[in-house]
């Protein structure tokens, strides 16, 4: 090997330095209430409407921003089910937004942190793995259980504690 070409080896910065790899995590109950009050205090009804439609869908960030009126809401009424085809890439800076208005950094989380949230609220209130397993269409509880961030032990710990 020459100087040459360790010197270009050397030069090589990775694509994800400095980042934050890996799942990220779900916003906790508090956040997801700071900032709906903030945005309703503020009058940012669009906003609001967003957050709650993301939260509420389990769709990613870039997946609500893409939504258009008619498809949540024909004819000007809300509809009860909506069908969005989920997109696996993309992201928006309207979550970025609304994380450091509450004062959350907002590199600690995704647009997928918005997905999460619903699954992990739920397991949280209810325990039932199954549930949140249903929810997010997952066919393995194993991938249920990682996607939450949990150790399989500590479900079904949390599993016969709570009665369904």
């Known amino acids: 090997m020459t100087d040459d070409a360790s010197t270009s080896e050397s030069k ?6 400095g980042k934050i790899v890996g799942a ?8 997801v209430w700071s900032i709906r009050t903030k945005l309703q205090v503020e009058g940012r009804i669009r906003d609001l409407a967003l957050f709650n ?7 990613r960030g870039c997946d609500v921003v893409a939504l258009k009126v008619d498809e949540v809401a024909p ?6 089910r909506a069908s969005v085809r989920q997109k696996k890439t993309g992201s928006t800076r309207l979550l970025s ?14 647009t997928h942190s918005l997905r999460r949230t619903k699954a992990t609220l739920i397991y949280r209130r209810t325990g039932n793995l199954r549930a949140v397993q249903l929810l997010l269409r997952h066919t393995k509880i194993e991938s ?8 399989v032990d500590d479900a079904l710990a949390i599993a016969e504690q709570v009665d369904v």
């Not at 004819?75 to 009860?80: C, L, N």
Request: positive net charge.
């Open 24 to 31: 990220k995590p779900p916003l906790r109950s508090k956040h």
């Open 12 to 17: 090589h910065v990775p694509w994800n330095k």
């Open 97 to 110: 937004g609304w994380l450091a208005g509450i004062g959350l950094d907002p590199h600690l989380f995704g």
């Open 53 to 59: 439609i993301a939260i509420d869908s389990k769709l």
């Open 144 to 151: 249920t259980v990682r996607y939450l961030g949990i150790e």
């Open 75 to 80: 004819s000007g009424y809300a509809a009860d």
